[in-house]
């Protein structure tokens, strides 16, 4: 089936959304029993971490970590939102640079401002989507706005519309004057991230439990005969990448080029992140750069921080990227 295709549903009693392209899954989204990301606390700072610059705050969901707290002392108070999810046993991380994010707009409350998505190359329609934010500046106040790069074929009522809301969410926020830790906002759940961030679409009601089981298989089938191998270990995320049938003097550079191209939709299906560490299929060293171009190309537009590392002395390839999700073999 070409074109995209947006299916809302449960896995296991979990609200659940999957995305499927031209009839290949791209992402599939499971609740997690952990607090979402883009959840917003008012919390209180309990403990400063000594030679990292970071604080341990309580919320009304446990412990949080946030990293550069600069100026804050036991018993401050701060707003902070919910960047990723923890490791086992770890803090939530947080940050305190709050995004209040819709379909078509993001509020930066403290962070004052209109910005036009520099994705937008059309000037008419630039002029017009800035025009559309221009009318908030008065409401604005301390906050910023960004108009996302979806709102280029939106209609400019629909764009006015978002913008509204996320404002006036945004200046709840800043306004808040509560003195206990507190739990203000809770994050989107899987189908309303597929509505802000997923292409447009009709979604439909469907049977997820085949995409579960394809997205869960350790093993991924790559164009050329080649395959990946993806093992969650406690240490780091382990990526094999196999040459398969393909015996001919260029078969390991194919299969890791494939491989690269695939990466990141297979980690964002199974919701991985942190250290990455790739077993390319035997390759002469002089085809590595044309491998490491393949990867930051496919990486290029993934909407989860990652950064390639570069070659190991065993020439193994390590990335590092954000635990944006929750691993999908711990949700279900």
């Known amino acids: 089936m070409k074109g995209h295709q947006i299916i809302l549903g449960d896995v296991q009693g979990r609200e659940a959304a ?4 031209d009839g290949v899954l791209q992402d599939l989204i499971v609740d997690a029993d952990a607090p979402r990301p883009g959840t917003i606390y008012r919390a209180k700072a309990t403990r400063p971490v000594k030679g990292q610059g970071g604080m ?3 919320t009304p969901e446990g412990s949080a970590f946030l990293r550069g707290a600069k100026g804050l002392a036991p018993g401050d108070m701060r707003l902070v ?5 923890a490791e086992p046993g770890k803090a939530i991380p947080v940050t305190d640079r709050i995004l209040i994010k819709s379909r078509y707009a993001i509020a930066t409350p403290d962070a004052p401002g209109i910005n036009i998505s520099r994705s937008i190359r059309d000037e008419e329609v630039r002029v017009a989507l800035r025009a559309t934010a221009d009318a908030y500046d008065a409401e604005l ?7 996302r790069s979806a709102a280029a074929d939106a209609n400019l009522d629909a764009v006015a519309e978002d913008i509204e809301h996320v404002v006036a969410i945004a200046l709840a926020v800043v306004d808040d004057a509560g003195t206990d830790a507190e739990k203000l906002i809770e994050g989107p759940g899987p189908q309303e991230l597929a509505w802000r961030d997923w292409p447009t679409g009709a979604p439909e009601q469907g049977d997820l439990a085949p995409h579960l089981t ?11 005969g080649g395959s990946l191998w993806v093992e969650n270990t406690r240490a780091f995320v382990a990526v094999d990448v196999n040459t398969g049938s393909d015996t001919s003097p260029a078969a390991g550079l194919k299969a ?3 491989a690269a191209r695939d990466l990141p939709r297979v980690l964002r299906l199974k919701g991985l992140g942190g250290q990455i560490v790739v077993d390319f299929a035997p390759m002469p060293k002089k085809e590595r750069r044309a491998l490491e171009n393949a990867l930051r190309v496919a990486f290029k537009p993934d909407a989860v921080e990652t950064s390639l590392l570069g070659w190991t002395t065993l020439g193994h390839f390590e990335l590092t990227r954000k635990r944006a999700r929750a691993p999908l073999s711990e949700v279900v």
């Open 56 to 58: 341990f705050f309580d």
């Open 81 to 85: 939102q919910v960047s990723g999810y």
């Open 141 to 147: 106040g301390t906050c910023g706005l960004i108009v």
């Open 214 to 224: 394809a997205a869960l298989r350790a093993d991924v089938s790559l164009p050329g």
């Open 256 to 258: 890791n080029i494939a």
């Open 18 to 21: 999957a995305l499927i392209t």
